[in-house]
């Protein structure tokens, strides 16, 4: 199968190099630094059940180079979507699909509405992995991937995804019911990435702490209510399965903590702006994200200007 991974960064990187090692003609795009060390060098992923090195395959920044491929591994932050995604054309073929490995829950739907419902499917991560140098990329643990149509309407082409990534030995679940998943880890990203850049902690730090574990309590509550708007009941019970899943993290630094020590934009708007944006339409208050993203803004804002100098 040819695949293009549209963002080669941890996620990106991670299932890419483990289809290329399976023999699929994999083309990564990159741009900056990462992409001239992958010239350079090739890719290499360190990780506990085997490190991967991938050389031999197509690194780029220009989607014109790439050609039409049967699989787009779509992994751009959530920022970049609309951007990223008009770029996907010279890629795109009849039967092309578009697998959304990005954090958020209306990711899916800005892809979809260029490239269409039916070959757009929304996916979540469950990883823990980061860039540790150019080109170079650390895997801790995890690498499962929930996917599924946007209207839960299962097709071939979605099967023959699930097919693929189960071959080459890539932890997958397709869901008829993928929206609610997004949600339910968003009841994780909203509180926990926003804590962990606003006190600078890992999440052994966060869950030690009662009054850290209580303020993301209250965000989970605000994420549950917004939920509610999409028409999503979110079981309460999923909070303590949250925090319990949290503590076994240990010193894990969420992505968004991750972006802000390397100075890259944050995700923000995906996790908090979200919440706060669907609470206001439906006429309610949403404190804790809007303080969370009213901070994070100011941190956004102060990367962005230095990255400028």
């Not at 490239?115 to 499917?121: N, S, V």
Request: charged letters at 20%; one cysteine or more; glycine letters at 8%.
């Amino acid at each position: 199968m040819r695949i293009a991974v549209m963002g080669t960064g941890a996620v990106g990187a991670y299932f890419g190099a483990k289809l290329a090692v399976a023999g699929h003609d994999v083309a990564f795009i990159a741009r900056g630094k990462h992409l001239a060390a992958m010239r350079k060098d090739g890719l290499t992923v360190n990780s506990p059940g085997g490190d991967l090195h991938i050389r031999n395959a197509r690194f780029t920044a220009d989607t014109e180079e790439v050609g039409k491929v049967d699989l787009i591994l779509f992994c751009v932050k959530s920022y970049d979507t609309i951007s990223a995604a008009e770029l996907l054309e010279p890629m795109i073929a009849d039967n092309t699909m578009i697998l959304s490995l990005q954090n958020g829950v209306d990711n899916a739907e800005k892809i979809a509405q260029l490239w269409g419902k039916k070959r757009t499917l929304p996916g979540v991560v469950y990883i823990a992995a980061q860039n540790e140098a150019p080109a170079m990329i650390a895997h801790s643990a995890g690498g499962r991937i929930i996917f599924g149509p946007i209207d839960g309407t299962m097709s071939a082409s979605a099967n023959l995804v699930e097919r693929t990534l189960s071959a080459v030995a890539i932890s997958n679940e397709l869901s008829t019911s993928i929206q609610k998943v997004q949600w339910s880890k968003l009841l994780w990203n909203a509180p926990f990435c926003a804590i962990s850049c606003l006190v600078r902690a890992n999440m052994q730090e966060i869950v030690e702490s009662e009054p850290l574990v209580q303020l993301a309590l209250e965000c989970m509550a605000e994420v549950k209510a917004a939920a509610l708007t999409r028409g999503i009941d979110l079981p309460s019970a999923l909070f303590d399965e949250t925090i319990s899943f949290s503590r076994g993290l240990n010193g894990f630094k969420p992505s968004m903590l991750q972006d802000l020590e390397a100075g890259k934009p944050l995700e923000y708007e995906a996790f908090n702006g979200i919440v706060v944006k669907l609470l206001r339409q439906a006429g309610k208050a949403a404190p804790v994200n809007q303080s969370f993203c009213a901070v994070l803004e100011y941190l956004d804002k102060a990367i962005r200007q230095e990255a400028t100098r």
